[in-house]
Nanobody
Framework: QVQLVESGGGLVQAGGSLRLSCAAS????????MGWYRQAPGKQRELVAN???????NYADSVKGRFTISRDNSNNTVYLQMNSLKPEDTVVYYC????????????????WGQGTQVTVSS
């Protein structure tokens, strides 16, 4: 089993910054992709940004130029630096990891964190 523990959410004024962290632990052989998603009430969960093990990153158009994703492979941790925050960024953010749990099992499993609330006041 793999656990993802998120931290760093909170309340910030528009134009401010927050940094989210997510640490993975448990039965980990390798982590293929780590990323952040967000979900507003009544809407589908959407990708914010992700980073593949080799370092390739992907961003939603709405956050390009404002958010930066990074990864510390030695600590199985992913970060999301969020700058120039807007009220529309107010939502719950979820960490995601796609994990190979064993050398002998090539299957990749999908795991989610519990979510962290980000609130941006205008």
């Amino acid at each position: 089993q793999v656990q993802l523990v998120e931290s760093g959410g909170g309340l910030v004024q528009a134009g401010g910054s927050l940094r989210l962290s997510c640490a993975a632990s448990g039965s980990i052989f390798s982590i293929k992709t780590m990323g952040w998603y967000r979900q507003a009430p009544g809407k589908q969960r959407e990708l914010v940004a992700n980073i593949i093990s080799g370092g390739t990153t992907n961003y939603a158009d709405s956050v390009k130029g404002r958010f930066t994703i990074s990864r510390d492979n030695s600590n199985n941790t992913v970060y999301l630096q969020m700058n120039s925050l807007k009220p529309e960024d107010t939502v719950v953010y979820y960490c995601n990891a796609q994990v190979q749990t064993s050398l002998w099992n090539p299957r990749v499993y999908n795991y989610w964190g519990q979510g962290t609330q980000v609130t941006v006041s205008s």
